[in-house]
C-alpha cells in the first residue's frame, strides 16, 4: 500500500522517522563502541541526532546558495561529492567534541567511534530510503510506483 503524501509532509514524515531508528541503532553502536550502557549512550545519539538534523538545514542552505550564486544547474558527481563530503567533514567536528567530553576518550577513539557511524549511516540510509520510497510515494510518482 502506498501512502502519497505532499512534499513538506513527507520530508517531516521521512526525517520523524529516520531519526528515530537512527538514534537506536546509534544507541547500540555507541554503547558497543563506549562499553557503556543505553543510559549513557542514549543521550549522546539524541546529542548526535540533533546536531545532525540541524547541520543538515545549515549546511544545505548554504550550499543550496552557493549552488545559485555559481549558476550551478546540474549536480555533477564532482558537485554530489564535494556536498557528501563537505557535511560528513562539518558533522565529523561536531560530533568529535562532543564523544570526547560525554565518553572521556580521545582523539583518535572519538574518530573510530564517528567513522564507524558513518560507515553504518552510509548503508542504512541507502536501505531507510529504498524502504520509505517503496511506502510514501509523491502525488506526482503515484502512477509510476503501481
Known amino acids: 500500500m502506498l501512502i502519497t503524501l505532499s512534499p513538506i509532509k513527507r520530508r517531516i514524515v521521512y526525517v520523524t522517522i529516520f531519526e528515530i531508528f537512527a538514534i537506536l541503532f546509534s544507541t547500540w553502536i555507541l554503547m558497543a563502541l563506549s562499553h557503556s550502557d543505553a543510559q549513557e549512550s542514549l543521550p549522546v545519539a539524541i546529542m548526535v541526532s540533533v546536531a545532525a538534523v540541524i547541520w543538515n538545514y545549515i549546511y544545505n542552505t548554504l550550499f543550496e546558495s552557493w549552488e545559485r550564486r555559481q549558476h550551478v544547474t546540474v549536480r555533477s558527481l564532482r558537485i554530489r561529492s564535494v556536498h557528501a563530503i ?7 567536528l561536531i560530533c568529535l567534541p562532543i564523544y570526547m567530553l560525554w565518553y572521556g576518550v580521545g582523539l583518535w577513539k572519538a574518530f573510530t567511534m564517528e567513522i564507524t557511524l558513518l560507515l553504518f549511516f552510509l548503508v542504512y540510509t541507502f536501505v531507510f530510503t529504498l524502504i520509505f520510497d517503496k511506502i510514501f510515494t509523491l502525488p506526482h510518482l503515484q502512477n509510476q510506483a503501481e
Open 86 to 92: 563537505g557535511f560528513e567533514g562539518g558533522l565529523l
